[in-house]
Structure formats: C-alpha cells, structure tokens
C-alpha cells in the first residue's frame, strides 16, 4: 500500500492555529495599544508657616515739659533706647493721646493737649507705623482738630485706627497684611473729657458701645487672620482691672479679637490669656504710659508706687499661623521707665529707657531701674516677664 501523501488542505488542527493567529491580529487592530501605567502627579507644594511680630507701647503723651525736653534734644531722643525694639517689628503701635493740631487748634495746657507738627515724622522714624486716635484727649482741640491730626498722620505715612474725619470713616477697620497674614485693626474709647461726635459726616471718635463694636469685630473676623483691638479704657491709676474692662475684655474676645491692647490707666495693669465663645484672646488691660512728665519728682528711696506713674511695658506678640493649623500667638514684655531729671540743674531730660540693660546706667539710675524691674513684674505678671536680676 503507498503511504498516504500529504492534503494540499490544512488539517483540523492547523486551521484552528491560523484562526487564532487572525483572530489576534484582527484584535490587535481592533484594540488600542497598552500604554506605560501613568505616574501620578507630584503633589504640590506645603504652603509655608507665616508669621509677624507685632510690638505695643502705652500712652504717649505729649506735656509742656515733655515738649520742652524736645526742643532741646529733639524728639529722637525721648525714645532712642527703644526705638530698636520698634524697628524690628513687623507693626508698632502706640496710643497717640493728643491732637497735632498746630494749625487749628491752641497751645496746649495741663489737660488739654496739643502736639507740634513734627510730632508724627519723628515717630515714624522711630519705628512706629500704627497709632490709635481713639482716647479721652482726641478732641482736646474740636472737631477741626481732629482732621488736622489726621492729616499729619497721613502725611508722616503713619496707619491710624479709631477717628475719622466722619462716623463711618472712623468705623472703617484698618486692613493689613503683615509677613502674608490678614490683620484687621479697630480702636476704641470707653472715656471722653468731651463727646464731640455729632453729625454723621463729621470728624468721630469711635466709642466703646458693646451692641455695635461686638457685630464689627464679627465682622472683621472673617476674613482676618488676626484681630486686633485698641481700647482706651479702665480707672486712672488703678492697678486692676475694672469689672467694665473684663467684660467688655470676655465679649470682644467672645466676637473674635486674638489681642487687645489697653491703656488710659497711666499705670501698667496685668496681661492674661481670656477665653470666651471657644477662643481665646490676650488681653493687655493697661500698658501704663510710655512716655509723660507725671511722678517727675519721684527718686529712688522713695515709696515705689509713688513712681508707678512713669512705668511702661513695650508687649512683643509673635503670630504664627503654620500651614493647616490654627494661629498661635505667644507673648512677652519689656519692662520700660521714664527718666525724668526733674530739680537738677541743666536743661530737663526727660526720656524712656529699657529696664533690663542697666548696667550702663549712672549709678542713681541704675538703682531706679533695679528697684522698677520687680515692682513692674509683680504688676504685669510673672508669666510675662522672667525673674532675671538687673544688670
């Protein structure tokens, strides 16, 4: 029998190989081609911690002898021991508690104040860059006053917070961004020697009215990433604060203000933390004044409070607000004293000097500054100021 010779056509087998073969190519074409498995994309970057440093004196008032001492060694040198300090900061403030109204106003006398127009140029160049106008001396010299201030304010490039030359220009909160932090700024007074607000379209002195300054500091609130808030309040030369202080301290806290810088007492009052509605604020009730002629007679050997009147704190606040996480504030004072050469012979120096470098010192002001050191730690709190001896 021959062997059987092979089929011209293709076996079972092989037909099922070449209908897969087809079928893959036919796929192949069908199908789109298999990509790289995509990388995913790079997160962005961790927005970065922001912070600023904001500093706070109390009073500055303007007295004849005040004046005197700065005509004739000029205004630097009233405060050039703690004009560093202003410098550094990212926003220094002060309570500015008398009209520059050379102009339209009269010679200052006791209790009426009035300052030179150079007044605002030779702060600015010290280092402040925030005033409050909101005090019981703001309309020492009337309405016309009032705009004359604000007018060398502007001029000296000075941010001011707490008059206007109308109500809602002095109800307009101050808009600020220090360092990539919102700050909005409002000031207050709970004390007029004279209430001149009347018209609406003329010059105002913001008051302390609960029912419409808690809705603004809400409202200042958003947006903000701190709220401050100036007020002029509390008991001359009481050391504590009143029950009106602490109240309006709770509420204002309560409606969103992370600091609140007092004055008006002339003598320093304690700095706490305040907790009201789930926040909590720092609350300075009185930064005492910063530079005056009162307790000018006051010398070393004398009883201590006799010379509380020309104690003063410069309060440093650090914000920091790291990113996705809530602001933190921490704070710290700088114990502050007026020299004052009253009864010497000689032309009258009257000047502010830190508390803690007193080493240098002539040995009768050294000893002032290391009897003021513990009386003003005592007052402000222990938390604020550290137990270090003077050097």
Known sequence: MKPEEPSSHPGPASRRASLLLLGGLALGLIL????????????????????????????????QDVKRSAEVFGFDALWADVAPLLKEADLAFGNLETPVAPVTGRAGVPFVFNAPAALPQALKAAGWSLLSTANN???????????????????????????????????????????????AVLAFTDIFNADLNGKADSPWVRPLDLEEALPAVRAARVGADVVVVSVHWGNEYQHQPSPRQKEAAHALVGAGADLILGHHPHVLQPMAWVEAEGRKGLVAYSLGNFISNQDRTWRPGQPVPDGDNRDGALLRVAFAKPAGAPLRMEGSVEPLWTENSWGRPGPRVIRVRRVQPAGEAAPELRTALEVRYPRIRTIVGTAWLPEAPVR
């Open 137 to 183: 001396h703001a309309f020492d010299q009337g309405p016309k006053g009032i705009r004359e201030t604000l007018q060398h304010l502007d001029d000296a490039r000075l941010l001011h917070a707490g008059s206007g030359v109308s109500k809602a220009a002095a109800e307009q909160p101050l808009l600020l961004e220090r360092q990539g932090l919102k700050v």
């Open 32 to 63: 789109p081609r298999r990509l790289p498995h995509p990388q995913p994309p790079a997160p962005p970057p961790a927005a970065p911690s922001r912070a600023f440093m904001l500093v706070a004196v109390g009073d500055i008032m303007m007295h």
